[in-house]
């Protein structure tokens, strides 16, 4: 933790009126802002603006959105951080083997965060299928852990106690008519997790597609990342994808290890 005298809340509410920008809203105006990064409307406006005059954001006087400049952020990382640059030769070995779409995802609070993805979707050409890219499923992009298998992949691998704390209070929110928003039947799912290794979950984010995922860990044991493929459900089953894709996935996991 910060110490009090350490923290600049400008920053913060900056940052927080930056992240408020989804998918969800892309576009926001001073009220929107502030309900989203839980800070005044005066307080709201003035980020906003102050953040379009740095070039950081978009305006039509009323509303505002991103600007490419933000790219600037994930360029920075994707050049300085090592896991994306070590997992990325696996991810793209993967998919050469499958054909299939891979992705690995680090946990940020209550969400998943995709660091680096696979290229190759030849299989689902030669199907005659679309390949698989399921919304929102791009470089950067972030999605809800309790929805995902990645999700729970790190999520299982935090502490019992981090993660009841993760879970004190959360609500589960319902992405299709498949999620899973139970918390006892999700604290449930998240002890299976634990001992399988591995979570396959089925339209859970996503009407249509599955996803499997296992944990990457470094050499010292400790879970640093996911590994995630998504397929169709059309095209495979989910005892397919577990039957064909799981053994590549856990000795990718492997002999990526020593490296991580």
């Known amino acids: 933790m910060i110490a009090k005298t350490d923290l600049i809340e400008g920053m913060a509410k900056g940052m927080a009126v930056l992240e408020s920008f989804d998918t969800e809203r892309q576009r926001l105006n001073a009220t929107l802002a502030a309900q989203r990064a839980g800070i005044t409307r005066a307080a709201a406006r003035r980020h906003l603006l102050t953040l379009a005059h740095l070039g950081y954001l978009e305006s039509d006087g009323s509303y505002f959105?991103?600007?490419?400049?933000?790219?600037?952020?994930?360029?920075?990382?994707?050049?300085?951080?090592?896991?994306?640059?070590?997992?990325?030769?696996?991810?793209?070995?993967?998919?050469?083997?499958?054909?299939?779409?891979?992705?690995?995802?680090?946990?940020?609070?209550?969400?998943?965060?995709?660091?680096?993805?696979?290229?190759?979707?030849?299989?689902?050409?030669?199907?005659?299928?679309?390949?698989?890219?399921?919304?929102?499923?791009?470089?950067?992009?972030r999605l809800p852990a309790h929805a995902t298998s990645t999700g729970r992949v790190l999520l299982a691998a935090l502490s019992k106690a981090a993660f009841q704390a993760w879970m004190k209070g959360r609500l589960l929110g319902r992405l299709t008519v498949h999620t899973l928003t139970e918390p006892r039947q999700f604290r449930a799912?998240?002890?299976?997790?634990?001992?399988?290794?591995?979570?396959?979950?089925?339209?859970?984010?996503?009407?249509?597609?599955?996803?499997?995922?296992?944990?990457?860990?470094?050499?010292?044991?400790?879970?640093?990342?996911?590994?995630?493929?998504?397929?169709?459900?059309?095209?495979l089953s989910g005892q397919t994808l577990q039957r064909e894709l799981l053994p590549l996935m856990w000795e990718a996991a492997r002999e990526i290890r020593a490296l991580l």
């Open 65 to 141: 959105w991103l600007s490419s400049k933000v790219l600037r952020f994930s360029g920075s990382y994707l050049a300085s951080s090592r896991l994306p640059r070590v997992l990325q030769p696996m991810l793209e070995r993967l998919a050469a083997q499958s054909g299939e779409a891979f992705s690995a995802v680090v946990l940020n609070g209550d969400e998943v965060v995709i660091v680096a993805r696979s290229s190759d979707v030849r299989r689902a050409a030669a199907d005659d299928l679309p390949p698989v890219l399921a919304y929102g499923l791009h470089l950067g992009a």
């Open 189 to 235: 799912v998240i002890e299976q997790v634990r001992r399988d290794d591995f979570c396959l979950s089925s339209e859970e984010h996503e009407l249509g597609v599955h996803a499997l995922a296992v944990p990457l860990r470094n050499a010292q044991g400790q879970t640093v990342a996911a590994l995630n493929v998504v397929a169709s459900t059309a095209r």
